[in-house]
């Protein structure tokens, strides 16, 4: 009851509020409906997909923007990415190729619940330096991470199963944001700090300033959490070290990965959008003489998924075309005192562009800021520079799942509650906010940046 009565009160209530302080009608329910769609997604009053369609409804029957903008999710990479990679998650299933990577991890000496994580922290680490997209990245890890979950005798909605999932789904994420071509919020900080600015981000530069911090350590920070929320303990009896060759399927399969993973990290010479690489590699996969991907598999796609991953996507582009949200934040900018301190200002810019990203999502911070980069310098104090890798700081901090698509991808595909998720995310903002910024601030400051 609570529930039926929310969808109708929520943004009703939103509107009155808002209605005393902002006058254009437009832009009354163009700030209600981001802010219940948000307040949806973050409680889960009501289904996902209930909420994206309401928040797509509301946008095209109220004008709020083009209808290209408004359904751009369904055309962007993300999206399309996502939807390859639950078929190729499919066929790498259907071959049982995952069983074999899994036993990589199930050969580990003195394996322990602890070890397992950092080993698969470890892992995806390294894999954010070979392999850029951090969608592209998750999609492949899933069903390894499954595997690995598997032989170790844990069961869908085990503890230690989820936590083997999030281990995989996170590090990587987390890793991405500071690695310059690793995700796609770097890339628009740095093609419109050199499209506006003319500044160019260098990938070695980018590296040292963020990765320690807010890469390395915050990972340190994720798998104690994943330790303490879902240690557990492994079922595994023997493990089978018997070497069975690869059958054809598996070496199609295999190479067609490869291959995939061969173009993504060589996109900067073609140019070829990760999406069209792999709807080319599901395609091979699925054509009749090869018959790996079948019609079930596509048949049993999770529709709802796909459905949030591009409402989300096309919240963000909504928000970052708005004029008036715009014009809203840089007049927030402008009520900006500085402190003596310079590390409270630090502090504060970084929670302020942090926090925005809960409305706004992570892709939009960057889009929304760096045209505003100069104005922030001169209100604030920080050079340019500074405020590139301020930015940086905000937009690795996520306090829900909805702001990163991908960790909306990889919790789609792993089939995991967001409940589960939710208290690492809070507890690992809450503890960047107070320990890493002050310590990047002032690694920053030692590298004379």
Not at 57 to 84: D, M, N, Q
Not at 218 to 223: R, S
Not at 264 to 271: L, P, S
Request: glycine share 4%; proline share 3%; aromatic share 14%.
């Amino acid at each position: 009851m609570l529930k039926n009565i929310s969808i109708i009160v929520i943004p009703v209530f939103i509107y009155l509020i808002l209605s005393n302080f902002i006058v254009d009608q437009k832009d009354i329910i163009l700030i209600s409906t981001i802010a219940t769609t948000i307040i949806f997604w973050a409680t889960n009053l009501v289904p996902s997909f209930l909420s994206s369609l309401l928040f797509l409804f509301s946008c095209t029957i109220f004008s709020l923007s083009s209808k290209e903008i408004i359904f751009s999710g369904f055309s962007s990479s993300a999206f399309w990415l996502v939807f390859a990679g639950m078929l190729i998650a499919s066929a790498i299933k259907n071959v049982n190729l995952t069983n074999r990577v899994s036993k990589y991890f199930a050969n580990i000496k003195n394996i322990s619940y602890l070890n397992l994580i950092v080993s698969i922290a470890i892992f995806s680490t390294i894999f954010s330096f070979i392999m850029p997209s951090s969608v592209g990245r998750v999609v492949l890890m899933v069903p390894i991470s499954i595997a690995v979950a598997n032989s170790f005798g844990f069961k869908e909605n085990d503890k230690g199963y989820i936590g083997i999932l999030l281990a995989f789904i996170l590090t990587t994420s987390m890793s991405g944001f500071t690695i310059l071509p690793a995700n796609v919020p770097n890339m628009i900080l740095s093609g419109l700090a050199s499209q506006i600015y003319n500044y160019e981000i260098l990938y070695s530069h980018y590296l040292v300033s963020n990765f320690i911090i807010l890469g390395f350590l915050k990972n340190i920070i994720i798998v104690g959490l994943i330790y303490y929320f879902f240690n557990d303990k492994a079922k595994i009896s023997n493990k089978n070290r018997t070497k069975v060759k690869l059958d054809k399927n598996e070496i199609i399969v295999l190479i067609t990965i490869f291959i995939m993973i061969l173009f993504w990290a060589t996109d900067f010479i073609h140019k070829i959008s990760p999406s069209i690489i792999a709807i080319c590699g599901i395609i091979f996969l699925g054509l009749p003489f090869i018959g790996i991907i079948k019609t079930e598999d596509l048949n049993s796609l999770k529709f709802s998924s796909l459905l949030f991953v591009a409402t989300v996507i096309g919240l963000g582009s909504v928000v970052a075309n708005s004029d008036f949200i715009r014009t809203l934040l840089s007049n927030a900018i402008d009520f900006y005192e500085p402190s003596e301190y310079e590390i409270i200002n630090y502090l504060k810019v970084s929670l302020f562009m942090s926090l925005t990203g809960i409305f706004t999502t992570q892709p939009t911070i960057p889009a929304i800021f760096t045209p505003l980069a100069q104005h922030i310098s001169d209100v604030t104090g920080f050079n340019l520079n500074q405020i590139f890798m301020i930015q940086v700081a905000a937009y690795s901090n996520i306090f829900f799942s909805y702001q990163a698509p991908p960790l909306i991808v990889g919790l789609a595909l792993a089939k995991i509650k967001q409940k589960n998720v939710l208290k690492i995310l809070i507890t690992t903002a809450i503890i960047t906010t107070l320990f890493l910024y002050p310590l990047e601030y002032f690694w920053i400051k030692l590298l004379n940046i």
